[in-house]
């Protein structure tokens, strides 16, 4: 199982970072991806790095594309 951090999107809206409805910052190692929902049926705890605070978990990242989900759940389907 691969670890994603999440953290809140504060430039949503901005030229190249989504629209005003991309609230959710996804990182998969160097990856970063920008969602408007989340649904984590995964534990979660919080983690800091440097002065921002993330949310993390272990697990399978599914993506719908069709409303802008990240899907994080402990195997695929």
């Known amino acids: 199982m691969k670890k994603f951090s999440i953290r ?4 949503r809206g901005m030229e190249g970072r989504g629209t005003v409805d991309h609230v959710w910052r996804l990182f998969d190692g160097d990856k970063e991806y920008l969602f408007k929902h989340l649904d ?12 921002d605070w993330n949310i993390c978990c272990f697990g399978v990242l599914l993506i719908d594309r069709e409303t802008s989900t990240a899907v994080i759940r402990s195997e695929e389907p």
Do not use: A, L, M, Y
């Open 8 to 11: 809140f999107n504060k430039t």
């Open 40 to 51: 984590i049926s995964v534990p979660i705890k919080d983690e800091r790095d440097g002065e």
